[in-house]
């Protein structure tokens, strides 16, 4: 007896259709046409079943933020200004509210993990941290939530930043990141998270060259800490504009540096289209590297939402095959194979990033996501809706089909 059977189901990979057999929070059975009775069954009606997504890059406790603040201009030095300020007045109970809404965005489109940057800083305290901690908790059902304690606003001349951090990791941080580029001294910077994350034997992310001058970049100094430390395979990068305002061949140098230390690159389309190329007049740049053509070389490059509703990203609903779909329009993909990459960024790759396994097979957990699709390509070709969530063997989420009435 299977405690659930999921009838005609279309997974990655597979011909034709199959089903999918659960015991308790486990896959029994992979295969076609299961007889075997159970509890509850559902069927796909040929549609896609897949692992869900990864949010590999979001700010929970800086999100739905827009009704205080008081946006005139919409430039980057403006929403880190009032970012700033705002910060100042969060409280526990107030991030904790806001973490909530927007988690229950990302699990209702299919989000099964996700990693949140935690400001730790003197405005912040650790405010941001407790909340989001138990932000984690509660949701921990249906998702799982990696929390890296963050330096947005520099540490070298704010010291007080680093023993904020070293409290949250002790405190359960999975992990550290840092902002070079917000620093007097990048590469002190760059040097004391990864001190940090060396102490703790935590992953580091960084946001990186958030900005179109290409004449100068953190990647060399990142790179050679990775080595020196021997945290290849550890590290990941955010944002990282200057590589799309760069010639091939001065990118190629820099993606050689990332390959030999196994950093991993996220692209945040919704935040840069915005936040890029805003002195322009005219012939406005995306500034969104292609993502694509690193992946091809042989990184791990993932998409995420980066913020939602705040003065750097205005907008946001936490899907990220609609992001998968922004970036995909942006950076010109149009194939099946460029298509498929792109579906990769938010699925294998981002799992991967997170230390998460994402992959339907028999004996590996009952997880995974209905979409309203045939197929991945076509997931991120028409921004499918996810239907139902499955977390180790329970329900997570359900979404209703849209349905047509049409008069007779
Ligand atoms: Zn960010």
Known sequence: MLDLLVKN?????HQGTVDIGIVADKIKLLEANIDTPAHTVIDAEGQFVCTGFYETHIHLDK?????????????????????????KHFTEEDVFARGCRV????????????????ETDPRAGMRSFKALKRVREKYAFAIDIEL????????????????LLRQALQQGADLVGGCPYTDADPNR?????????????????FHLDFDLDPSHTSIPKIAEQTR??????????????????????????????LLEADIALIVLPATDLLMMGQDHTHLIPRGVVNANELSALGITTTISSNNILNAFTPYGDASLVRMANLYANIAQLSTD????????????NAAKLLSLQARLQVGGPATFVLLEVIDAVDA?????????????????????????????
């Open 228 to 257: 020196q430390r021997n945290y290849q395979g550890r590290v990941s990068i955010g944002h990282v504009n200057k590589l799309s305002a760069m010639p091939p061949a001065q990118r190629l140098k820099l993606v050689k540096l």
């Open 63 to 87: 999100a739905c933020i827009l009704d205080r603040c008081s946006m005139q201009q919409g430039t980057k030095g403006e929403a880190s200004s009032q970012t700033s300020e705002a910060k």
């Open 337 to 348: 194979d460029e298509m498929r990459a792109a579906y990769e960024m938010i699925s294998l």
């Open 103 to 118: 988690v229950e965005m990302a699990i209702k489109k299919g989000t099964m993990g996700l990693r949140s940057f935690v």
């Open 380 to 408: 991120i070709r028409t921004i499918a809706q996810p239907l139902l969530g499955y977390k180790n063997g329970r329900p997570t989420f359900t979404n209703q089909k849209a349905v047509i009435h049409p008069q007779s």
């Open 189 to 205: 910077h760059i040097e004391l998270i990864f001190d940090l994350a060396e102490e703790f034997d935590v992953n580091v992310d």
């Open 148 to 163: 890296c304690a963050f330096a947005q606003e520099g540490l070298t001349d704010e010291m007080e930043t680093y023993n």
């Open 9 to 13: 189901a279309r997974l990655d990979y």
